[in-house]
């Protein structure tokens, strides 16, 4: 039976004395350019009982005030358990039932995941991996919150290649037997939420149907590929890593802070659509930019399966990639525009539109580069043989789609 992921001892408000819509807001990494939304969720919120006390925007990371905000979050965290705001469910997995804006249903089990199975790093092999580059100096200011916290709260989401849906699918058949926990809508156009504790025959058959999964030659090196939070996870790491580094006497091994709490969603899910995210270049030199790719990448008309389309003066003209650098024409791409401007002026963004990539790329000294979607059977072999891809290789969901606060967890 594979171990990696487990039951935890999860923690939940009493729902018929808390309201579960105003507990659970969205992940603190979502609209970190509008103080307004965050705003608008203290005013909904008001005294009642809620997760928003107990994370940190990231709308608020550089303010000035971020300490004492850390500080308020820790107290608040001691504060719901003296006063017995949140009760235990022991060895628990709750399967989760979510309605997206779009209406489109998500499943997923909340559980534990051991960090022990996991590296962000680059080239890591482990079990567990980060799909996208993993941004170290992100990871210091959250470790300020996590370090001296009693709780987490997950919004970390990590896929399972699984096309049969044969692990996450059978939970939709049991749940009439399993004891629901919450329903709710969520806030701010996030959809609705409903979620059921597994009971030990449940949990079996999901572990079973798990272990079978991870078990086939080809996921047997990937087994749990990121699919959102990856820096939330990897702050967990971190934190869990630098406990064993000031102690290396003592035993972690069942210490709470090995695990983190997450979601597991199976990649083949309709609810989740890998859209492409688009590159634009500015102020650049443009013909030599384009000599350089072609020389690099060996860009031509005759077809290959990594395209890229360039858009320049309103013109659009389809190449293929010959001399990839990566599985994926994005890897190949990114490679190549990195080596480029370490040596070259020019500035370059990630655009999920393409109507906004043609009017960036009409302008002068620009030129834009689309991309094509990213298919789902392609994401676990990709990072398994090229590691954890460009950064902004692809965009999963709108951000109310994004995972709304709701278990906790001990990690003292």
Same mark, same amino acid.
């Given at each position: 039976m594979q171990t990696i992921f487990q039951p935890a001892d999860i923690l939940l408000p009493d729902f018929t004395k808390t309201s579960a819509s105003d507990w659970s807001v969205i992940a603190c990494d979502q609209f970190t350019g509008d103080p307004s939304y965050w705003e608008n969720v %203290?005013?909904?919120?008001?005294? #009642? !009982?809620?997760?928003?006390?107990?994370?940190?925007?990231?709308? @608020?990371?550089?303010? %000035?005030?971020?300490?004492? &905000?850390?500080? *308020?979050?820790? %107290?608040?965290? #001691?504060?719901?358990?003296?006063?017995?705001?949140? &009760?235990?469910?022991?060895?628990?997995? $709750? @399967?989760?039932? &979510?309605? #997206?804006?779009?209406?489109?249903?998500? *499943?997923? $089990?909340?559980?534990?995941?051991?960090?022990? %199975? @996991?590296? @962000?790093?680059?080239?890591?092999?482990? !079990?567990?991996r980060a799909t996208e580059a993993t941004v170290l100096e992100r990871i210091p200011p959250r470790m300020r919150v996590r370090e001296q916290a009693p709780l987490e709260l997950p919004h970390i989401m990590i896929l399972i290649d699984d096309p049969e849906d044969a692990v996450i699918g059978g939970c939709a058949a049991e749940k009439d037997g399993m004891t629901k926990l919450y329903g709710t809508e969520l806030m701010c156009g996030g959809g609705s939420i409903d979620g059921y504790l597994m009971g030990e025959a449940e949990q079996a058959r999901f572990q079973t149907a798990l272990t079978a999964l991870l078990a086939r030659e080809e996921n047997r090196a990937l087994q749990f590929a990121m699919g959102d939070g990856n820096h939330s996870l990897a702050t967990a790491k971190a934190c869990y890593e630098a406990m064993k580094a000031a102690a290396p006497e003592k035993d972690f091994s069942d210490h709470p802070a090995r695990y983190a709490l997450v979601e597991i969603v199976n990649l083949h899910s309709d609810a989740l659509q890998f859209e492409a995210i688009h590159r634009i270049l500015m102020q650049v030199d443009t013909d030599k930019l384009m000599a350089y790719l072609e020389a690099e990448l060996a860009l031509s008309e005759a077809e290959s399966d990594q395209p890229v389309t360039v858009v320049q003066n309103g013109t659009q003209r389809t190449l293929y990639v010959h001399k990839p650098t990566s599985n994926l024409a994005v890897g190949s791409l990114q490679n190549a525009l990195d080596a480029y401007l370490a040596e070259n002026e020019g500035k370059i963004d990630y655009i999920h539109g393409i109507e906004t990539v043609e009017r960036l790329a009409a302008q002068p000294d620009s030129i834009g580069f689309l991309l094509p979607d990213l298919h789902k059977s392609l994401l676990f072999p990709s990072v398994q043989k090229d590691g954890a891809l460009p950064r902004k290789t692809f965009s999963m969901g709108h951000a109310e789609d994004k995972r709304y606060y709701m278990e906790c967890r001990k990690i003292k």
């Open positions: %203290a005013k909904t919120v008001g005294g #009642q !009982p809620s997760s928003l006390r107990l994370i940190l925007p990231e709308v @608020y990371l550089e303010d %000035a005030d971020v300490e004492e &905000r850390i500080a *308020a979050i820790h %107290a608040e965290m #001691q504060s719901y358990l003296e006063k017995g705001v949140l &009760r235990t469910y022991e060895n628990a997995m $709750v @399967y989760v039932e &979510r309605i #997206q804006g779009n209406g489109v249903l998500r *499943a997923g $089990v909340i559980g534990k995941i051991d960090l022990e %199975a @996991y590296d @962000y790093n680059k080239g890591s092999t482990s !079990p567990v």
